[in-house]
């Protein structure tokens, strides 16, 4: 069986004051060595609280955090030997220059002098930032300052790496590129929680998601399962000359058809099976087709059909 | 290098490297995880408080000439204006404490004081409001692997150190700048060590509770609420005795511990002037100093921790 790299156990975290916040309703998780485990949800869904009590820097009201069988909670010293985080939030000491970041860093771990200056610039190597050495934090772009902070969050070797939000406010390519990072970290086999509202960013990273909204997990699985559970393997979005209430009947009737949802200018359907696109494409021509298009089933797909159900509970 | 740049060439390199760290002739050149490396778990708290301090002392020596003319200027000036300049002009204040001493004197422990005392504030108040309001700098000290509390403490002792050395500043000036004589004496040096270490511990451990409890955004406020009737009322430009004569006010600024500071350092640098007793002021200061030690580690903790 694989290392639990962290284990989150019926997690609680309420503010108390005159309208109590339930930001977390009992959470539990556990994430495997090597893996990069995703919780994805709106703002305010509780991801971040359930990283801030992971990171030690929230007091949960009642659970338990282990971080590489070190009670977070109890034992929060031991327990940041073992991790490091990265959030959206650019950290960076702005006294400091990009490598004295890397080396104090590495001081504040028990780096010797020597041993810190060596491990500043093997990151600087690493993460290619050789030309960015003097550079002030401020004066660095969005994904360079997120690539600084990834190379100090992992410089004291955590096992477990956090990273919350960390491209929001990024380009999609300075997005891209921090992706990239993130996979060749996990390749060296460091574990990954990185929290999320970007759906494509999960799908695209995560070995395993869990879906949380309103302070509790609604389901953890793999990206690939998620989207299998919507029971349609495709969607079908269809534009019509004129569409009419007549026309949506007539599809809804079709045998293919699991579902019609009426968007603002075309229609969205979810097939049964992926081989029936041709057949309702050839009955919807008849109704005035001008265009197509076919979606393959999406996280975001999975988690409005997740918290809608739960919206309408 | 850009994102582009990176996307294009450097991360596709690096994961051919990656991809061969199993193989044995590529040394493991990408240590990012714990491959191949132990690493011990058990960092003393006493090389990351050493960390923390380096870290703030790096930045000190980088604005260290900044660091002295601000420290400078204001005593300078004080002095300069008032100590030699108004004796030669012939302008001068009223009142008199005795025994022909000269408003240099005074002047003495009460600028050492003031700028101790207002250092450590600044040092450690005005960045910390900013770190913990707005830029959010202390995160990855706060995720060092030690007690809140003692980066905390770091924090207080960095702000004594900037305490001490703006007392060194300032004393040569106010002792050479002043064109009347300046009588200074030191005659107990355990107890002028003592007073000037509880004076640097109290600037700090302030600047810690302020700096901890002040919203950015008020620092401006701040300075004139609290800055400004600390110095003008703490004794620093007359001896407490003198005040004897405005009997209210006396007993109503035995509330600032600024009176302390100037009363001690009267005591053991200018012992010729009127002064308060040993016993009460080195009260005074030990409970300031305890108070504002607790209150800030307490403050600072509950800032960084929710």
Redesign the interface.
């Known amino acids: 069986m694989k290392e639990k790299v962290l284990q989150v156990v019926d997690l609680v975290k309420t503010y108390t004051g005159l309208r109590p916040v339930h930001a977390v309703r009992g959470i539990s998780f556990d994430v495997m060595k090597g893996e990069i485990f995703g919780l994805l949800g709106p703002n305010g869904a509780g991801k971040t609280t359930t990283v ?1 009590i992971a ?1 030690t ?3 949960p009201t009642s659970g338990t955090v282990l971080v590489d069988s070190v009670n977070a909670i109890s034992d ?3 327990a ?6 990265v ?1 959206q ?1 650019n ?6 220059n990009v490598r ?2 890397l080396f ?8 010797s ?1 020597k041993e810190a200056k060596a491990r500043a610039d ?1 990151l600087l ?2 993460f ?2 050789t ?2 050495v003097k550079a002030k934090p401020i004066d660095l ?1 969005g ?2 300052a997120q ?1 600084v902070q990834l190379a ?1 969050a ?1 410089a ?2 955590p ?1 477990l790496l956090f990273l919350d939000e960390p491209t929001a406010g990024l ?1 999609p ?2 997005r ?2 921090l992706w ?2 993130v ?3 996990q ?4 574990t990954v929680i990185l929290t999320t509202h970007y759906m494509e960013e999960a799908d695209v990273l995560c070995d395993r998601v869990a879906i949380v909204d309103y302070g509790k997990i609604l389901k953890v699985d793999t990206p690939e399962n998620l989207k299998k559970s919507l029971g349609a393997s495709t969607f079908l979005d269809l534009k019509f000359v004129e569409t009419t209430a007549d026309d949506l009947s007539k599809i809804e009737a079709m045998d293919e058809v699991m579902e019609v949802e009426q968007l603002t200018d075309r229609v969205r359907i979810s097939l049964k099976d992926s081989n029936s696109v041709a057949i309702v494409i050839q009955k919807a021509v008849t109704m005035g087709l001008k265009d197509v298009s076919i979606i393959e089933p999406t996280l975001e797909s999975v988690f409005i059909k997740l918290t809608g159900r739960e919206l309408r509970d | ?4 740049d ?2 294009n060439s ?2 596709d390199r ?2 051919t490297k ?2 061969n ?1 199993d193989q044995q002739d590529s040394a493991p ?7 191949g ?1 132990t ?1 011990s ?1 058990k ?3 006493g ?2 408080f ?3 301090m ?2 703030d002392l ?2 000190l020596s ?1 604005n260290l000439g900044e660091f002295a003319s601000r420290t400078a200027m204001q005593p300078f000036l004080f002095v300069f204006v008032f100590a030699y300049l108004f004796p030669k002009i012939g302008q001068g204040f009223s009142g008199s404490v005795g025994r022909n001493i000269s408003f240099a004197t005074i002047l003495v422990p009460g600028l050492v004081g003031v700028a101790a005392t207002m250092s450590g504030i600044m040092a450690v108040g005005l960045p910390l409001a900013i770190d913990l309001g707005v ?13 809140v509390w003692l980066i905390g403490l770091e924090k207080i002792v960095f702000g004594a150190i900037q305490s001490l050395i703006s007392a060194l500043i300032v004393f040569p000036l106010v002792i050479l700048i002043p064109s009347t004589p300046v009588q200074v004496h030191v005659a107990n040096w355990p107890l002028l060590i003592l007073v000037i270490f509880l004076a640097c511990l109290i600037s700090g451990a302030f600047g810690l509770t302020l700096g901890s409890m002040v919203q950015p955004v008020k620092i401006g406020l701040m300075f004139s609420l609290l800055v400004l009737p600390l110095t003008m009322l703490g004794c620093i430009y007359y001896p407490w005795s003198s005040l004897s004569s405005v009997r209210w006010l006396q007993i109503a600024v035995l509330i600032n511990p600024m009176v302390y500071v100037s009363e001690g350092l009267r005591d053991v640098l200018t012992p010729a002037l009127p002064h308060m007793a040993v016993w009460a002021f080195l009260m005074a200061l030990i409970i300031t100093a305890a108070v504002l030690l607790f209150a800030g580690l307490k403050l600072f903790t509950r800032r ?3």
């Open positions: 801030g990171t820097r929230v007091v929060p010293q031991n940041k030997m073992r991790m490091g985080v959030t939030f950290t960076l000491d702005r006294s400091l004295e970041n104090y860093h590495c001081r504040y771990f028990g780096y002098s093997e190597e690493l290619q930032l030309d960015k772009s994904g360079l690539r100090r992992i004291h070797y096992k380009d390519q300075s891209l590129a990239e990072v996979k060749v970290l390749e060296q086999g460091v | 290098m850009t994102d582009q990176f996307v450097g991360v690096t994961l990656s991809s760290l050149s990408l240590r990012v995880a714990l491959n490396k690493l778990y960092v003393s708290s090389r990351t050493y960390g923390l380096a870290r790096r930045v980088k830029t959010k700098e202390i995160e990855d000290r706060a995720m060092a692997p030690v007690p960084v921790m929710s």
